[in-house]
């Protein structure tokens, strides 16, 4: 299996709260549902390319947690499609209680355990959210494929993807565009050398 990281970051690479207003105020974060302003249905197809057909969702806790209980709550179609989907769930807490239909938890180590999953054959499991998960899969040279949708927002403030603890990681730029609302949309890859 590969793994495919989405994320929705401003240019100042925030990912926190991008969704909703009450989506994520841990650390007094005010700027919830910054992505709305330019919101741009080609960022869904370009979602949904990076998907692909064959896919399991890999979520840290907090991320999934979240993710379900509103859309859950909101209903609709992604909320069929989100509950009908395999969803790993990554949580060093082996106790930790998944409610959710088609939840299975990867307790103990991230690496160690996403390691394991990605050696299955086929599809891809797709990361959105989860940040601490992303940057330690980054790091181990877990992520096949990154999908950064750079909004035209500043915030200042919230938490970022990457950080003054994380080592430097070379990636290649395999494709690019933008939205007519100036969200860029960049697709990484590990370097081929």
Do not use: C
């Not at 330019?38 to 947690?65: E, I, N, V, Y």
């Amino acid at each position: 299996m590969r793994v495919v990281v989405i994320e929705h970051l401003s240019l100042d690479g925030v990912v926190q709260g991008p969704g909703r207003v009450d989506e994520d105020p841990r650390g007094g974060f005010e700027h919830g549902g910054w992505a709305l302003a330019a919101a741009d249905p080609s960022t869904g197809a370009a979602m949904g390319a990076a998907m692909g057909p064959d896919f399991a969702w890999l979520f840290g806790r907090r991320s999934h947690d979240d993710m379900l209980a509103h859309w859950n709550a909101v209903g609709g179609p992604f909320r069929d499609g989100l509950n009908a989907a395999t969803k790993y769930v990554v949580s060093r807490d082996p106790t930790t209680s998944l409610p959710w239909p088609n939840s299975i938890l990867v307790a103990g180590d991230a690496v160690e355990n996403v390691a394991r999953l990605r050696e299955r054959p086929g599809g891809n499991l797709v990361v959105m959210g989860s940040g601490e998960l992303v940057r330690a899969l980054l790091g181990a040279g877990l992520v096949d494929e990154m999908l950064l949708m750079v909004h035209p927002v500043v915030l200042g403030s919230g938490t970022r993807l990457f950080g003054p603890g994380d080592a430097p990681i070379r990636l290649r730029l395999v494709d690019t565009a933008s939205t007519p609302t100036g969200i860029l949309m960049t697709t990484y890859r590990p370097p081929t050398d």
